[in-house]
C-alpha cells in the first residue's frame, strides 16, 4: 500500500478534468466483496443500474455499460452503425476529437474533417453546410464532442441537431459527452442524439473502467446492417442479456456498485443543483484565470466550458515545467496541454465531487505556484473568484441562515 | 449501501468459478482516491506493474493490460494478429471455447472446429492429425482454452505445443488461461504460446474490469500485417506507451493498484505453494463429490481442472433448483451448467484466495444441500475430503508444531 | 499495511468468542471521514443510535455509550453506585468474574463470592440463600455474567431476578451481557436489571473500543449518592449531554458510524432470527464435540451457552498446542482456557456475523486440526454438525424452494 | 451508508481542532479484519506499536495506550498517581484545563489554580513563585496543557520544568500534549514530565478512542503508593502485558493497526517536516485573522499555538451563527467557543493532515464566510496566507524544479 501512497501529506488536488476525485461513499460501495454475476442479487443491480443510468443521459431508450473506457466506448459507437468505406464527418475541436478521427481511419472509415483552431467549439452552421454539399447523402454519420477535455471548449449540441436538420440530412449524430456528463444539461432524447457516448471518470465520480452508449431506435436501426466487424462491443448481445439485468460478459460488479450509489448521490444533490455547481465553479475560475492576466485558451465565451479551463501562460513559460513545480510543492495535479499548443498550457478540471472551497484551495495553490515558477501574473486570481462565488451563494447563505 | 448488501447473515460462500473471493488485502489497495494518470507517482506504479505481471506468465516478453474483461482480450488476440478470412483451428472444449468460435465468426474469420463431447480437455494428437492435413498451411492460428471454465476440463498446452510442432506447423499457438493463470502451472515463453489470454478476476483474486495478453514476437510479427481493423485494443499503441509506464487511454487505476497488491500477496505465498493449494482443494473436492455418489463431468482423470469441479446431479433433478436452494439456505453461489448438459450439472470453483477450512464449509453446505433438495447421495462427501486434506497437510503441521 | 496482513491464504476463522468478524458493511461504514462531534450531522446520529440501542437491549431507559472496552463498563457500573467499602455479591463462573471480582477489591469494595467449579452458571437459589442471610440489606448489588465467555455457561438471569425478589432483597442487579448481547434472549427491563454492561464486539459485530451500560431508574438514583470517585466514567455528564445527541468528551464517531449500521442489519435479519441461528450453531458445535469424543467443559445442558462453547482435550494434551497447530495449519483462532483449567481446553466462539457453512468450515478445521495433533477423537464430529444443520434447516429450505 | 453521509457535494473542511481529517491510508489500515487479539500475529503488532509510540514521545521511558479518549488518560495520569485529598497546581488557561480541574474535584484531589484570562499560556514564572511558597513540599503533581485546545495558546513546557527546578519543588509534572503531539515538538524525557497525556485524533491522524500517558520511572514511583482507587486505568496490569506485546483488556486492535500506520506516515514524512508545515499554516492563518482586521484570541505571540487559532468577531455577531452560516454553505467545520468568550470567537484548527492547498481552501470559505454573514472585515486574509506561503515554499520549489 505504501508504495501507491503519495509521500506529499494532506489531501491531493487532482484538478485533472478527469477521472475525478471519488467520493468517499462511491469507493466504499465499490470496496464490497463481489456477487455471482449470474445470481439473482445481481439481476436485481443490474436492472437497477441499467434504468438510473438512463435518467443522467435523460433518455427513455437503452443504454449499454461497458467495462472499458471511454475510448471502447467511441469504437463501440462506430462498428456497431458503420461498414468500411463509409463517410463520417468530424469537427476537430481538439486532441480528443483528432484521437477520435484516428480511430475512425484506424477502423476503415472515411473521415472528413470540419478544422478549428482548437479555440472554439464545434460550430453548427459549418457542419450544415458540409452536409448541404452531400447530396447524395453518402455520409453516414456526424460525429462531434460535446466538450473537448483537451481545450476546454463545449460545442453546442442542440443547435447542431438543428443544423443537421436544416440541412435534411440522414446522417446519425454521435456525441461525444464524456467530459461534459452529469456536469452540464445533456439531453440525449430532445437533441435527437443517436449514439451518446459516455464514461464513468468524470461527472459521474467514478473510477475509470467503465463507459457507455446511450443508442437511439435509429442507430439500432443502422446497426442491423452494419458490416464493420464486431463482438467484444456488439450492442445485441449487451440488449438482449440486460432485459433480465445480466450482461453477456463477465461485468464489473464493483463499478456497477459505485455507479449504483453516484447516480443515487446526482439525485440527492438535484441533477440542476449539480449544473448549478459546476457553471459557478467555472466561472470562478475563468475570473480567477482572468485576474491572473493569464489568457484563456476558449477564445468565445459562448464555447466556455462548464468543466475544465486551459489557461495559456506567457510565451516562453513551459506549462509542464510549471505544472511539475505546482505538483511537487502543493500537491496538486493539472492536465497536460496537446498539439499545437503543447507545453503552452494547463488545464483546472473543475467537475465531479468538487465545492466551492476546493476550488479556491486549487486556485490558491495555482496562484502561489504561478508566483514560484517565476510566471508573470497579477495577484488576485483568487479574490476574483471568491467575490464571484460569494455573490452566487448569496441566496443559498440567506436560506442557511433562515434554517 | 443496503441494497447491494446480502440479506443472509455471515460471510457468502462465492464458489462460482470466478470472479473468485477478493482478499481484504487487495480491496483495500483498490478503495485508493485516484492519481493523475500522467503523472510521476504513476508511472511509477505502471512499471512496475507491467513487469510484475511478467512473472505469472512466466515471460520476459511484453504483457499488455486491457481495461477490459476476457472477452475483450480474446478479441484483442485474434484482431491483432490475424486478416479477414483467416483460418484458425480451434478446439471445442466447452461453452467458453464456443463462444470464442462465435467470436472469430463474428470477426469474419473462418474457425475450424475440433469437436468433444465437453467431458475432455483438447487432444494434442488431433490436433497435430488436423494441422497435418493442412498442407498448404493456411491455418494461422491454433486456439485453445489451457482450463475450460464450463466444463472443469484442463488441456494439456505443453504437449500441444509439442503437438504443432511435431506437425511442423507455423500457425500461432493462443492459449486462453483464464481460468488457470496464477492457479497452476503456467509458462507462456517455455510452453511457446504466441498469445495467452489471460483475466483478472480469477487467480489474480481482483475483480472483474481488467484482461491481458501476453504476447510473443512471433505475433508481434504477425501484428504488422493483421488487416482485421483495430482501435481500442491494438497492441501498438500501448507498447509504445508502456515504455513510459503509462496507457494510451485512460487506465483502470485502481485495478492497477489492486494488481500490484495481488501480485505480491502471490510472490510472498509463493507460486509453487499457490498451485499446491490449488491442486489440494481440487482433489479434496473431486473425493467429495466421488463419495457424494456423483459424477464428475470431466470422465478422464488426465484432464481434471485444479481450479473447478463440475458434479453431474442423477436424471431427473434440476441442478438449477439445486443451486437456488443451495443459495437461499446456506448463503452460497455456484457455477451453472451449459450446452447439453444444461441444468445437469453445478460447478463448484475453488480457486483464487481460498483455503482448507473455506472449502470444507463450502463441500458442508453442498452436502446439506443435496439432502435438503432431495437428490439422492451417500453422505461421506466432507469426510473424505478432510481425510484428505489432513493427510496432505500432515507435513505443514509438523512444521508448525516444530516452530 | 502488508505487515499487519496475516500470511496464511484465504480468510481467518476468526473463531475466539470475541471480537467476532466484522461484516464488510461495518467496515465499510466505520471507515469513513469524520464529522464535527458537535455539529447538527453528528447530533442526528447521535440521538439515532442512542434510541436505536436501547431496542438491543430490550429496555426504554437510558442507555450509556462508553469509548472503552468492556472493563471500562464493568468499573462504570460499579463507580457509578456504590460507596467505599459497599459490600457486593458476586458468583464465580469462571475467569471474567475472577476479573470482575478483583476490580471491585481494587476500588475498595467488600466483594463476597459464591464458588462454582466453573462448569455451571450461577444458581439462583444460591443467590437467594446468600441474600436471605443478609438481614441487614447490607449488601447494595449482586453481580453476575450473562454468559460467562471463559467458560460457556450462560447463567438464568430471569431466574436470579426472581430469586432476589423471593428473598425480598433491596441490592442492585448488575448483569455482564457482553458475550451474550444480541446473540440471545437478554430483557434488561423485563428482568429487572439495574445495570446491564454489554460490548460491542461480540454479537453487535462491531470492533473492540465501545462499551454499554443500561441503567435502571432505581441505579440512577443510586448515583446520586454513590461515593466512589468517578470522573471519565460518570453517567450524570453522559445523560445530559446525551439529550442532545452529543457526548461530553470526543466520543470514537466511527464506532457509532459501525453501531448505527450493525443494530440495522440486526433488526433486518431480525432479532428472533439471529437468536434462532446462534441456538442452531451452538447445538450444532455441542454436537460435534460429542461426536468427537471430548467432553464439554460446561457440565449441565441447562447452563449451555448459546455462543461459545468450550472443549476439554483428554488428559497430558496441551489445548495450548492444539490451537497454535490449527492456526498455522488451518488459519483458525480458538480461544484460550483458564484458572484450574488452563491448557486443559480450548473455546470455539458461535456468535456473531457467521452461518451455518463458515461454522461447518471452523468445525471441519477442527476435526482435521485434532488428527494432526494426534489428540484421541473420533471422526464424525462435522457429520453430526452437519446431520443437525441440515434437520434444523429443512424448514427454511422448503421455503427458499417455495419462492 | 446514506444515512451519514454528508449531503453537501464535495469534501468537507474539517478545521475543528481535533479529531483532525483521517488520511485514506490509515483509514484503510483501520478497516482491516480482526485478529485474534491473544495470538503471534497480535503479538508482534502489540510490540511494534508500544515501541513506535515512544518516538512520538521522544522517550525511551514506558507509553501506555488507553482505548478511551483524553478524559480517559486525564483521569488515569492523576489515579495512577496521586491520593485523596493531594494538592495539586493547575494553571487555568481554557476550558480544557478548566474540566482537568472540574476532574481533579471530583475524584477527591485539592487544585489549587492560577488564573489567566485565557489568553495567554501558563507562566512558568508564577509556577515556580506557588511552588516556593508550599514549603512543606505538599503539592504532589503540577498539571499543564501544552497547547490549550480552547483558546489557542501553547504554554512554554520546557521552561515550567526549569521554573519548577528553580523552585526545588518536588512535585510531579503532568503535561497534556493532546493537542500539540505529533504537531510541534513535544519532549517527554528532555523536559522531564513525569506523565504526558496524548491522544489519537489530533496530530496523529487517527480516529478518536485512544489515548496515551507517557510515564517516567518518578511517576511509576509514585504509582506503588498512591491511593485513588483504579482498575481499568491502572499502569500496572497494563505494563505487565505490554511486556509480551498484549494488553490486559480486548484492546481496539484496529485503532492499533492505524497507529502503525499513523506513526509510519509521520516518520516517512520526517517530524520535523511535520512541525516545520504546521508551524507555517498556523502563521498563515494568523497573517489571514489580520488581514481581516479580526483579532487573535491569544494577545501574545510567544503563546501562539501551531495547530489552533481563534478568532475574535467583533462585538454584536454571533459566532455561532456565523459557524452555523459557514457550515451550511461551504461544508467547513470549525471549532467552538467558550466559557467568559461564549459565542464570541470561532477556531481554525490547522493541525493533522492537511497542506498548503487545503488551509487556503478553508481560509477562502471563511474570508467568502465572513462576507455572507455581514461580519465587518478587510478582504486579503486569503491573499495574506498565500503571500506568506509562497514565500516560505519557495525553497521547496527551488528543489523541485532542481529535480
Request: hydrophobic residues 45%; neutral net charge; contains cysteine.
Amino acid at each position: 500500500m505504501s508504495q501507491n501512497a503519495s509521500r506529499l501529506p494532506g489531501r491531493h488536488f487532482l484538478q485533472i478534468p478527469g477521472p475525478t476525485p471519488v467520493p468517499d461513499r462511491v469507493l466504499r460501495a465499490i470496496d464490497m466483496p463481489l456477487i455471482d454475476q449470474r445470481g439473482p442479487e445481481f439481476a436485481k443491480l443490474g436492472k437497477r443500474v441499467l434504468e438510473a443510468i438512463k435518467t443522467i443521459f435523460k433518455t427513455t431508450q437503452p443504454v449499454i455499460i461497458y467495462t472499458a473506457t471511454g475510448t471502447g466506448a467511441w469504437e463501440a459507437a462506430l462498428v456497431n452503425t458503420l461498414s468500411p468505406g463509409d463517410r463520417v464527418l468530424m469537427v476537430n475541436t481538439g486532441q480528443f476529437a483528432a484521437l477520435w478521427k484516428t480511430m475512425a481511419d484506424r477502423l476503415g472509415l472515411r473521415a472528413e474533417v470540419i478544422a478549428t483552431d482548437w479555440r472554439v467549439g464545434a460550430d453548427p452552421a459549418a457542419i450544415a453546410d458540409h452536409l448541404r454539399k452531400d447530396k447524395a447523402r453518402e455520409i453516414k454519420a456526424v460525429c462531434v464532442l460535446h466538450n473537448e477535455t483537451s481545450t476546454g471548449c463545449l460545442s453546442p449540441i442542440g443547435e447542431i441537431r438543428k443544423a443537421i436538420d436544416a440541412a435534411g440530412h440522414p446522417a446519425l449524430f454521435m456525441v461525444d459527452t464524456i467530459s461534459s456528463l452529469a456536469s452540464t444539461d445533456y439531453r440525449h432524447d430532445e437533441w435527437g442524439i443517436d449514439v451518446s457516448i459516455g464514461g464513468a471518470q468524470k461527472g459521474l465520480m467514478l473510477p475509470p473502467g467503465m463507459s457507455f452508449n446511450a443508442v437511439s431506435a435509429k442507430a439500432l436501426h443502422a446497426s442491423k446492417t452494419a458490416k464493420l466487424p464486431r463482438s467484444f462491443l456488439s450492442w445485441d448481445d449487451m440488449l438482449t442479456m440486460n432485459k433480465q439485468g445480466f450482461f453477456p460478459y463477465t461485468p464489473a460488479t464493483q463499478m456497477l456498485y459505485g455507479l449504483d450509489t453516484s447516480i443515487a448521490m446526482l439525485h440527492e444533490e438535484g441533477l440542476d443543483n449539480v449544473f448549478a455547481r459546476h457553471h459557478r465553479l467555472a466561472e470562478a475560475t475563468r475570473r480567477a484565470v482572468r485576474a491572473w492576466g493569464l489568457e484563456i485558451l476558449c477564445r468565445d465565451p459562448k464555447y466556455y466550458s462548464p468543466t475544465i479551463t486551459a489557461a495559456l501562460l506567457p510565451e516562453g513559460h513551459d506549462a509542464d515545467a510549471f505544472r511539475s513545480l505546482a505538483l511537487a510543492t502543493f500537491n496538486i495535479s493539472y492536465g497536460a496541454s496537446f498539439g499545437p499548443y503543447a507545453k503552452r498550457y494547463f488545464r483546472i478540471g473543475h467537475l465531479g465531487d468538487i465545492n466551492d472551497a476546493t476550488l479556491i484551495g486549487a486556485l490558491g495553490a495555482t496562484e502561489m505556484a504561478l508566483a514560484l515558477a517565476g510566471v508573470p501574473h497579477k495577484k488576485g486570481g483568487v479574490q476574483a473568484a471568491m467575490d464571484y462565488i460569494a455573490s452566487a451563494q448569496s441566496g443559498a447563505a440567506v436560506r442557511a441562515a433562515a434554517e
